[in-house]
């Protein structure tokens, strides 16, 4: 079991930043994709940030050069520094671990958490 715990979130005026954690534990393979996803009200859950345990990071292309996801040395919590908000970047933001790569057929998931940036 893996227990995946999310902070970070809040409201914010648009140009803002916020700076979102998830701070993973448990039965976590060496080798392991932890990613950020969100879901704002009546659209579907999207992929906005990955990390891989290799180092490599890929960003959805409404983020890219406004959001960095890092991890620490431990690499078991991962960063989501969110910069120049935007009202349409308001959702629920949900953390994801997957043993391996992003295609692995085992997910958890955080609990989420919610950001609002405000115009």
């Known amino acids: 079991q893996v227990q995946l715990v999310e902070s970070g979130g809040g409201l914010v005026q648009a140009g803002g930043s916020l700076r979102l954690s998830c701070a993973a534990s448990?039965?976590?393979?060496?080798?392991?994709?932890i990613s950020w996803y969100r879901q704002a009200p009546g659209k579907q859950r999207e992929l906005v940030a990955v990390?891989?345990?290799?180092?490599?990071?890929n960003y959805a292309d409404s983020v890219k050069g406004r959001f960095t996801i890092s991890r620490d040395n431990a690499k078991t919590t991962v960063f989501l520094q969110m910069n120049s908000l935007k009202p349409e970047d308001t959702a629920v933001y949900y953390c994801?671990?997957?043993?391996?790569?992003?295609?692995?057929?085992?997910?958890?998931w955080g609990q989420g958490t919610q950001v609002t940036v405000s115009s």
């Open positions: 990390s891989t345990t290799s180092g490599s990071t």
């Open positions: 994801n671990y997957r043993p391996g790569s992003l295609t692995s057929s085992y997910a958890y």
């Open positions: 448990g039965s976590i393979f060496s080798i392991n994709t």
